[in-house]
């Protein structure tokens, strides 16, 4: 069925530094959604991609989404201790078979 | 608006009993999903309905079931509780099924099976 594999699994930065999150799809994906999850706390959406090639930001948040639209990634500038929790992508829709499939998440640490 | 409401917040079990879980989506969404969390397997759907009807199903065991109400509500049901069903149980709604609309979780309902 399809997967999306996600890297890395954890990431421990130090405040101010970046952050990166991708995720990676053996095959085409029609879109790709990003959440975040704070620590006890459940999922929020953050942006959904749907072209080849888009990209969005939000504030210090870049997302990408690839131009084969077999990957994405989510790029953090200047990490700040609120950015702490996991991120993951989910894929929906006819490209997740009908199934919300989410990635494994990435799991931010920031030490301040 | 409010948002999805899952009841009950916590509860304890043992082995070999049920649990039924509820969760209501926010005011006009008709999709209701649920998900399993665990440390180790992360977010794993387990089925989808709108519109009363299941649309899609994760690959867990006939143990975990569900079902969705005409007012859009949904319960999931799990029977003879196994130590491995402890988890975050999490709901979420949408306004589309299987589409590509958002999804707007509730906190979760953890489950511990003794």
């Known amino acids: 069925g399809q997967q999306v594999m996600q890297i890395p699994q954890y990431q421990h930065v130090q405040e101010g530094e970046d952050f990166t999150t991708y995720c990676n799809s053996s095959?085409?994906?029609?879109?790709i959604q990003w959440y975040k999850q704070r620590p006890g706390g459940h999922p929020v959406f953050l942006i959904q991609?749907?072209?080849?090639?888009e990209v969005k930001k939000q504030k210090r948040l870049t997302f990408q989404f690839g131009e084969a639209k077999k990957n994405s990634s989510l790029h953090i500038t200047a990490t700040q201790t609120t950015d702490v929790g996991t991120y993951f992508c989910?894929?929906?829709?006819?490209?997740?078979?009908?199934?919300?499939?989410f990635g494994a998440g990435t799991r931010l640490f920031v030490k301040a | 608006k409010a948002g999805v409401t899952q009841t009950p917040r916590y509860l304890i079990k043992t082995r070999g009993q049920q649990v039924t879980l509820s969760c209501s989506p926010i005011?006009?969404?008709?999709?209701v999903s649920w998900y399993q969390q665990t440390p180790g397997q992360g977010l794993q759907f387990l089925f989808e309905?709108?519109?009363?009807?299941?649309?899609n199903k994760g690959n867990f065991p006939g143990r975990f079931s569900g079902r969705q109400f005409s007012n859009s509500r949904s319960e999931m049901n799990v029977s003879t509780l196994e130590l491995g069903d402890s988890a975050l149980y999490l709901c979420?709604?949408?306004?589309?099924?299987?589409?590509?609309?958002?999804?707007?979780f509730g906190e979760g309902s953890r489950l511990t099976v003794l």
């Open positions: 979420a709604s949408s306004l589309w099924t299987s589409g590509t609309g958002e999804l707007f």
């Open positions: 095959t085409t994906l029609s879109n």
């Open positions: 991609l749907v072209k080849s090639g």
């Open positions: 989910a894929l929906r829709g006819e490209a997740g078979g009908f199934k919300t499939i």
């Open positions: 005011s006009g969404h008709r999709s």
């Open positions: 309905y709108f519109s009363e009807t299941q649309r």
